[in-house]
Structure formats: C-alpha cells, structure tokens
C-alpha cells in the first residue's frame, strides 16, 4: 500500500515536472478528444460571423473532437438579453466551452461566472467581456492599439490631412468597437492629427437601416463633414450605400472596417476608397483550436503558455494591454484594402 | 380540476402539458432545479410586470409605459449609484421615481381623462428619453455586492429574491382581481365605465390606483433587471413592453376590458417560458425561436374569432 502510495506520488511528480517541462514547449492538444462547445456570436445573420463558423468548423474536423459543435446565436434585436439566455443554457446543457462574440458588455459577466463555476469554460473572440469578469481568454482579432492608429491613419488620407470627420460604430455596448474608437482617440492626439476634428460619434446597432439612416443624420448635421470611419461591417456598407445613394461619395468619404466582398463596389466607384479588416476564418480557427485546448485541458489559459494552432502556427497567452488583469491570445495582423486588392480578396 | 378552468384555460393547460413532456424528453437537462429556476429568472422582470399589466387589460385600459419606467428606474440607479449615493436609499429614489411616473400617466387618465393608450405612450418615449439622458451612450454598473447577490443568488435555498416576488405577487394580485371587492371593481369598469360611473362606482380612484402600481411594480422589476445583470444601459428593457402584453393576451384576457383571469396568464407564462427554454435547450437559433412563438401567438390571436364567427353562422343557419 504504502509502496503504490509512493509510486503514485512520484507519478504525480513526475507528471507535474514534465507538465512544468512542457510549458516551456508550445502544447499540442491531443486530437480525437471529446469537446462540446458552442459558437455564440452577437447574432446571426451576417457575412463575418458565418465565416468564424466556417473557420471553427475546419478546426474541429481537423482535431477529429468527437463532441459537437453548435453554432447558435439571437437576433439582432435580441441580441445582449438573447446571447445571456445562450450562455445559461449552455451551462445548463454542460458544455465544455462556449466561444463567445461579446455584444451584452459586462452584463454578460454573472453568466459567464456562473458558466465557469459549473465548469463551462467561455473563451471570447472578436468582443471580449469589459471587465474580463468570467472570461478564460480573448481571442484578439488584432490589436487593439493598432486598429485605433489604423482608423485614424485611413481618416488623415481620406480628408486629405484635415477636416471633419465622425464615427457610425455599432451598439453602444459592443466592447470592441468602444476600445477601437477610444484607441483611435488615443492616436488623434498625435501631432500629425491636429487638423483632423472628430466630431461626432453615433450608433447603427450593427442594423443596415439604423446604420444608414444615422450615416445620412451626419451628413445633414456637419455640412463639413469629409469622412464617415465605421469599424463595423454592418455599419460600413450602410454608409457607403447611403453616400453613393445620396450622390454624395465625392464630398463624403466611407471607411472603416469592411468585408471585402462587400465592400468591393464601393471600393472601385470611390465612396469608400481605403478600409481594414482581418480574416474571420482564421479568428474561428484559431479560437477553436484554443478553445479545444483548454477545454481538453493541454492549456489553463495562463499567461505564458504557447500553444500549437495548426495551420497557424504558435500562439501565446498574454496579458491584455486593453483590460488589466484579463488574457488575451493575439492574432494580427490585419489588411488594408484598396482598389488595387479589393478584387482579389472579393473572391 | 378542468371545471374551474375556462375553455381557453383548458386549452392553454394543454399546450403547457405538451410542452412539458417535449422539453423533458428532448432535452435531459430540463427537469433539473437550476434549470427550472433558470427560466423564470431569464425573463423575471417581464413576468412579474404581466401579473400587474392583467389587472390594467381587465379594467380596459393599458400601460404602454412598463418597460420604459423600468429602464428609467435601472438607470436612475446606476446613475444614482456612481455619483456616490448609497444603494438603500438609491432603491428607495428610484420606487418613487416609479410612482411620480405612475402619478403622472394616473392624473391625465383618470383625471384629464386622455386616453391610455396616447397617454402612456407618449410616456414610453418621454421616460425612455429620461432614462438614455441620463445613461448616455454607455453603461453603469459597480453596484454593491449585496444588490448583485440579491439579483443573482438565492435567497432561500437555490430561489432567488425575484423568483418569490413572482410568486407572491401572483396570489396577492391574483387574489385581488378575484376575490376583493376593489378587483370586482377592476372588472365591472372593464366591462363598462359608463355604468359603473353611473351606479356609483368611483372609477378614476380605481384607474389611478392601477397606474399608480403598474408603475412602481415597473420601477422595482427595473432595479431587479439591474441587480441580475449587474449593470445598466439606456436601453435596458426596450421594447419589453410588447413581450408583457403578448403574455397577458395569450392568457385569455380580452384587449376590450372586462374579461381575463390570472390563472390563465399564470399558464400563457409558464407556456411561454418553458417553449423558450426548451428551443434554447435544443439549440435552436433566435430567429427560429422569434418564429414559433409568432407562430403561437397568431394561432391564439386567430382561433378565438374563427370560433365565435363560427358559432355566430351555426347558430344564424338554426
């Protein structure tokens, strides 16, 4: 009895030596595990989130998990109260990981706690949690600084140096664009800015119409206006729609954060001449295969750990600079398209 | 049992009974105690507001300012609480926020005698209004441990604070409208104002005194709201207002005045609850979800005037 006690302590040790070993290598998830795990994003219905899906989708064939993988969401209207009932019955059904889109700010995060508590783990990736408050890690996109000197470089080329310009974002609480833009203020107190005046930030809530009718508000409100920068895919065609609609595309330019097929028109015919964007395939897989990790427990979501994401290569736990005390894993980098590449990329 | 219930009752204690055996044989985790706490708590505050939204419809009348007082109660606390006042007296601000609102839409119907419908909307937006003024574009949260808690955690056992307020609510309103001599009121004036004026009935104390709790029930479900998701924003509750006096029609009350029980909204809750849960549970997506119960509602909408149109003709071919 005592001899097996001894054996299984120095098994133990062993494991926790080769565990602490292992750390310092990226860790490759065993494939062929058992993962239950929801996609969850703030809603369903457009371009970039079925494209996330498509991206998860491969990882989970790739590491042959033989749990499933939903991909469920609310409607746009619906969307903070919707994705916080999603997140409960998940706990409820026991799932082992849900990769969450944030889109309720921090009131998601007494359910994400409580999800934890059950032993759901909630991984985000394009929004995180606020307060990071319930949150394994954040899947970044990009960083965030870099977005906010993006937008704000896409801004100074479109005025042309100086001038108005305004920001149409989507809902008032989606913690991405809301970091996005305060980094985007950041950038603007920079010399190389001073002429150009942000002046005025409103809220398509991520709806075409909304979207397009508040792109057509500013219009009206700053007759100076030179440029609409909308760090929304929703919100970027919308306005570029309402521009060329209203004829406008000479006067007021559109950029932001667009998808490329559907922003290829407006590219070419000049109301929204330059914008950015990532790849929302790779941001599913990625956020899959870190999600997989974790759940199947190669990973603990500390900072420090490395972890292999197929055909992506190595990524690393991190502290997020945006939100202390909360982790991130970092994708990057992103694109600007332009008429030269928005073709390509349209296909 | 069924004696006591009416032909709609009967019929919704049917749909509730199906539901029932769907959810539990489709989806193992439905029967258990967290879950079925779960759902009630999801959608607490539009179900504790239909129990005092029944009384208002039976008195033909409605209260389209719910939701927006509740918003405005949330954010009245927020706000109330990051400028630095203390929670407690806070809640106590915001409950009479709730009642200056209801005194206001009570005095231009019972007293000006403007319609409910143009008063208390011209309310949903004004109160809205308050409310996202005072939120602005963000959120507020960081509110005592001991107001989340209360929001969040049991209070007895796994039940949480909200949950008895239901339950209590629905025996005392439901007691009221049935068995006291002010919900007698409530329906002889749904039935008819002109009479009931005229027998002596003094019927703007009684509209006064709905709207005057339709509105505080409204504020307390607003904070309630706050404490669960432990932040507020301008646009907390919107449009709930629909969601509430969807339950309170599909459980049999009549949008004229005069008619309804709350047993039958007790069953049109409990039906609508638990579809909700068990699509969510079976993974169904929003849309589809939005869908079936669109579905239901027309069906319960519809049914009711195929079957009076029905017997009218039967009885005209006699």
Known sequence: MMMKLTGLAFAAGLATLMGSTAMAEPVTATPGQQVNAVLLPKFLGILPFDQANRGAQEAAAELGSTGKLEFIGPTPENSAAGQIEMLTNATTQK????????????????????????????????????????????????????????????????????????????????????????????????????????????????????????????????????????????????????????????????????LPAEMVSYTLNGCAPQFALWSFVDLGYLTYHASYALATGAIKGEVGEEFTAGRMGTFKIEEDPGRPGARRVLMGPFTVYTKDNVEAAAN | MTRFLTPWETGLLAVFLATLALNASFAPEFLTVQNQINLFQLHIEKIIVALVMTLVIVNAEIDLSVASIMGLSAALFGYLVNAGTPAGLAILVCLAAGLVAGAVNAVLIARVGIPSLVVTLAMLIGFRGLARVLVKDTSLGNFPTWVTDLGQKGLIGPIPLSLLLFFALLILLGMTLHRSGFGRQVIVIGTNAEVARFSGLNVAKVKTVLFLLSALISALCGLLYAARLGSVRGDTALGFELDIITMVLLGGVSIFGGKGSMVGVFLSILIILNLRNGMGLMNLTGHIQTGVIGVLLIASVLLPNLLADFRARKRKDA
Request: proline share 4%; with cysteine; glycine share 10%.
């Open chain 1, 95 to 258: 799932q082992n990981v849900v990769m969450l889109s944030n889109n309720a700010g921090d009131q998601i995060a007494p359910a994400a706690e409580a999800a934890q508590a059950a032993g759901t783990r909630v991984v985000t990736w394009d929004s995180p949690i606020p307060s990071g408050k319930g949150e394994s890690f954040f899947v970044a996109q990009v960083d965030f600084g870099s977005i906010g000197t993006v937008m704000a470089d896409m801004a100074y080329d479109l005025a042309g140096g100086a001038g108005e310009f305004a920001v149409l974002s989507a809902s008032p609480d989606a913690a991405n664009q809301n970091a996005w833009i305060d980094m985007m203020k950041e950038a603007l107190k920079g010399d190389k800015y001073k002429d150009l005046k942000l002046v005025d930030v409103v809220y398509g809530n991520d709806q075409s119409e909304e979207s397009y009718n508040k792109a057509l508000g500013l219009v009206d409100k700053y007759p100076d206006l030179k440029v609409i920068m909308a760090p929304t895919t929703v919100g970027i065609v919308a306005a570029a729609k309402a521009m060329q609609d209203e004829g406008l595309c000479e006067k007021v330019k559109v950029s932001g954060l667009g």
